[in-house]
């Protein structure tokens, strides 16, 4: 297929890239740079630095068979503080996205959505039918731009699934996480063994857990990549389909801060803080309607396995 990836210079849109180049398709990238990086754009996509409200001029050029939108801003606790800037990337953005997707008649669109739209869920695993309740302005605006896509899949006959992404982590095809301003777990518990940084801060001790500590379900990045390639495949027209994608495990941040002083062998020190502001203590996905719906099946979902892939690219 001819495919448009938003945000494909980012994390996890370079390595979709790579994951659906090697399966066959042709992809053209579309990215501002604003977070992500032109070099990590996998060597065989097409490259087109823009921003999504020139997504029309790219598929103008060419019919494409599909849009895959990573291209957003993904960080719980700045969209606390800065929520309109979420809106109008996240929601506003995907909207002028889906004029030009509509204009052009491109029949699939493939969305990353996010656990953070279920808030504090009351069942674990959380299945897609669990209550949509986010507890912070990100997972609000995914949840607005999931029920845009029904609506559009309804009215319009667009072929839209929404997958769901748990917490990623991992590298693969040596790509790896590299925000200009880290935020993420396992990305900065690698810094301190890195030598980066002295210590990892623990965002709260007192969360009602096992340990005391907010439990994720971590989940390889080359795993998620490839559902969207399967997504692309079980997309079909007027249906919106939604997909959580996660190992089904849960792991506390001390939990794994102790997995990659294992990996690494280095002591990583850690010191209590403060609860971070719109974090849910728990979230662990059900997925089995990825693996029903999809035929997907995580195939790397050991913790210590996604914090070495994460090591061999940065370790020193
Ligand atoms: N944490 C720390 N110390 C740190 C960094 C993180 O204790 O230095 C804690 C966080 O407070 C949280 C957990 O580690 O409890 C995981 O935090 P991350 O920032 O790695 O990931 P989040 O769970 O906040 O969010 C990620 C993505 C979101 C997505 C969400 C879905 O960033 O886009 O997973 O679960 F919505």
């Known amino acids: 297929m001819r495919l448009l990836v938003t945000g494909g210079a980012g994390y996890i849109g370079s390595v979709t890239t790579a994951v659906l180049l090697a399966a066959g398709h042709d992809v053209t990238v579309l990215d501002d740079l604003s977070t992500g990086h032109r070099d990590a754009v996998p060597p065989g996509a097409g490259f087109v630095e823009g921003d999504v409200a020139d997504a029309g001029l790219v598929l103008a050029a060419e019919r494409h068979d599909g849009v895959l939108h990573f291209a957003a801003r993904s960080l719980v606790a ?63 605006s995914k949840l607005a731009v999931d029920h845009l896509l029904t609506s559009y899949a309804n009215a319009y006959g667009l072929a839209a699934v929404s997958l769901r992404y748990f917490n990623v982590a991992g590298a693969y095809a040596g790509l790896g996480e590299r925000h200009v301003r880290e935020t993420h777990l396992i990305p900065i518990v690698l810094q301190v063994a890195e030598g980066v940084r002295e210590h990892i801060q623990v965002n709260g001790t007192d969360w009602p857990t096992h340990d005391g500590t907010c439990v994720r379900d971590y989940l390889h990045i080359a ?51 403060p609860r971070r502001p719109g974090d849910p203590a728990v979230l662990v996905a059900s997925a089995d309607r990825a693996r029903n719906l999809l035929g997907w099946k995580p195939e790397h979902p050991d913790l210590a396995r996604i914090i070495a892939d994460a090591w061999a690219l940065t370790a020193p």
């Open 78 to 140: 700045d969209s606390v503080a800065d929520p309109a800037e979420y809106w109008h990337v996240n929601v506003g953005g995907t909207l002028a996205l889906l004029d030009a997707v509509r204009k052009h008649d491109v029949p699939r669109f493939v969305f990353s959505s996010t656990a953070a739209v279920y808030g504090e869920p009351a069942t674990t695993p959380i299945p897609e039918t669990a209550e949509t309740r986010p507890t912070n302005p990100y997972g609000a």
């Open 223 to 273: 795993d998620l990549a490839r559902a969207h390639v399967l997504a692309l495949d079980a997309a079909a027209p007027g249906r919106h389909e939604i997909c959580n994608l996660g190992n089904g495990v849960g792991f506390s941040v001390l939990e794994v801060v102790e997995t990659a002083r294992l990996v690494t062998g280095h002591p990583i020190p850690a010191v209590e803080a």
